[in-house]
């Protein structure tokens, strides 16, 4: 009975697996197709997809396949068999309604009555939402596939399919984002008047990046009517700024720095930025705003995808120039701060101009985020309830939770006054570890730890414009040219001690505040330049959700600030302690 099972069990798991080596293929296909930003082939091979793994699902449903699972030596190559097929038909499932909306984007977006059409654009944001969250739960499957048992074929075949799911999952989660924002910023639901906050991710601030130009538009159900533009020596003119609205918390930690244009946005949570530019703009033009919008060199440069190349003062930007441009070669084409300033205006100008014609080149939008480096991202706040609500679900917000479980905040505010962020690479860790403290308290915690490395890759030669230290005499100690200083916050779990600090294995000792509800650590660290150093945070974290009693889970997760320069993350799923 045995070996008949063995038979077929090869009969049926081939069938599986030829639909899933073409997938496989098909895969690779989709990523070049999309990176090349041709909408029509990528549709045509995620059909493709939804046939094949129909086929490989309906073999992989058998029954006794399914009791051959637990064979010995074939057994794990049926499951992994089985996985790979269920995760390839809940993908395509979920392509199904991108395929039917592409069509759509191919032929153009813009009505008779020139407003963009906001249903094709909210199809687009589901259709994508719904992909991402496919991929996202398929790679999750197939990375932890055990391959070591696996006939070597297969494994490579998993292992592939593997790194594809990784890749198209990143670009997804930086295109994404913009995606979904547009029926809000679009005034899907009437007519709405907005800030829009470019942030030079170069300078870092909490949400991103220092705050440079600016452009007021009002919004009606798709359609766009720009105001004015301006850079930010329109807002600093005007300081301060009034701090209505803010809670204690922030006003006391933050102090003097956040009622400051150019600071108002130190901590990470968005919606605190918002609301202080709400102010700040109610105060320099009488007019109350709806919303505010930040956008930083990555989503400028897929939004100028979506527009088309754009010339300001003889130098023309494109979507493979401009976040080059906008993080370092702007300060040697335009010397002169004044002039500088007047070009990153024009340009953002521009951009908003051409996306209120409505003639948005999604396939090249699509190429762009694929390709960007940063992890730059569209943030909005928005003073009305129900926008805000539809911001927050589309992950937009820029929130900083304050519900229990294993997540970490990291920002970083630039202390130096110059533009040194487009050098700095920056890669997290973070590790629950053992199982059986107790919190000050006496509840149940784990211990866990954070490092962050950070590095200062800053070359010689740099415009002087980029490598100034305003702090230079901040303790009476000269500062090598190309030297920073970074604040950097870590904001602990929900209910977490922090139980130890170091800097590059040193005892530290930090400024601490709490905010939203978590622990913020707040260390400044001075780099040389091509130094790196290593900052590392114990704490004691809660293993039992309080309000249930039951045992803390969830893969630990860092969130952290727009970067120019896309950061490396771990962070390993553990098993949760055991409830006594």
Not at 159 to 164: E, H, I, R
Not at 309 to 318: K, S
Not at 472 to 481: I, K
């Amino acid at each position: 009975m045995v070996a008949v099972l063995i038979v077929y069990t090869g009969a049926r798991g081939y069938a599986v697996a030829a639909p899933l080596q073409k997938i496989v293929s098909l895969a690779d296909s989709v990523g070049a197709h999309a990176r090349a930003g041709d909408i029509s082939a990528v549709a045509a091979d995620l059909r493709e997809i939804d046939r094949l793994a129909s086929d490989s699902a309906s073999a992989a449903g058998d029954p006794m396949l399914a009791a051959a699972s637990a064979l010995p030596l074939l057994g794990d190559d049926v499951s992994a068999l089985t996985s790979v097929s269920r995760t390839a038909a809940n993908i395509s499932s979920a392509a199904a309604p991108l395929v039917a909306v592409l069509p759509k984007l191919e032929s153009g977006l813009v009505g008779t009555d020139g407003r963009i059409d906001i249903t094709a654009v909210a199809s687009l944001a589901d259709g994508v939402t719904s992909l991402s969250d496919a991929l996202d739960a398929g790679q999750k499957t197939i990375a932890g596939i055990d391959r070591s048992g696996l006939v070597s074929q297969l494994g490579d075949a998993v292992a592939k399919l593997d790194t594809g799911l990784t890749a198209a999952s990143a670009g997804l989660s930086k295109f994404s984002p913009i995606v979904r924002a547009l029926p809000i910023l679009l005034g899907e639901s009437g007519q709405r008047d907005w800030l829009v906050i470019f942030q030079n991710l170069s300078e870092a601030r909490g949400t991103g990046g220092l705050i440079s130009a600016w452009a007021s538009l009002t919004t009606d159900r798709g359609k766009l009517v720009m105001h004015k533009v301006g850079s930010n020596d329109v807002l600093a003119a005007n300081d301060p700024v009034p701090q209505t609205g803010l809670p204690e918390e922030f006003v006391n930690f933050w102090g003097n720095d956040a009622t400051q244009w150019l600071d108002m946005n130190t901590s990470a949570h968005f919606p605190y930025t918002g609301q202080l530019a709400q102010n700040g703009w109610k105060k320099l033009t009488g007019q109350t705003i709806d919303g505010v919008v930040t956008i930083g060199q990555g989503v400028v440069q897929t939004l100028i995808a979506a527009t088309g190349a754009i010339t300001v003062r003889g130098y023309e930007v494109t979507p493979q120039n401009a976040e080059s441009f906008l993080s370092k070669d702007i300060y040697a084409a335009f010397p002169d701060v004044a002039e500088k300033d007047a070009v990153v205006s024009e340009l953002i100008g521009q951009v908003f101009t051409r996306i209120s014609t409505g003639k948005l080149n999604f396939s090249s939008m699509v190429t762009s985020a694929f390709s960007s480096t940063t992890t730059d991202r569209m943030l909005m706040w928005s003073s009305n309830a129900d926008d805000e609500k539809l911001i927050v679900k589309a992950d937009v917000g820029g929130i900083v939770p304050t519900t229990f479980g294993p997540t970490a905040v990291v920002a970083i505010n630039n202390g130096g006054g110059n533009k040194l962020e487009a050098y700095l690479h920056t890669t997290v860790d973070y590790a629950l570890q053992s199982c059986g403290a107790t919190d000050s308290g006496g509840a149940p915690a784990r211990n866990a730890t954070l490092t962050v490395t950070l590095t200062n890759s800053a070359p010689a030669g740099l415009p002087i414009y980029v490598t100034p230290r305003g702090d230079q005499n901040l303790d009476g100690v000269p500062r090598a040219v190309g030297s920073n200083r970074e604040y950097l916050s870590v904001y602990l779990p929900v209910g977490a001690e922090e139980n130890g600090l170091a800097l590059d294995g040193e005892l530290e000792s930090a400024t601490e505040a709490v905010e939203r509800d978590r622990v913020l650590v707040l260390e400044p660290v001075e780099m040389a330049p091509g130094q790196t150093r290593v900052f590392t945070v114990k704490w004691l974290e809660p293993s039992v959700e309080p309000s249930t009693g039951k045992a803390m889970t969830g893969t630990p997760t860092v969130l952290l600030s727009p970067l120019l320069n896309d950061p490396k993350v771990t962070a390993a799923t553990v098993a949760p302690c055991p409830v006594e």
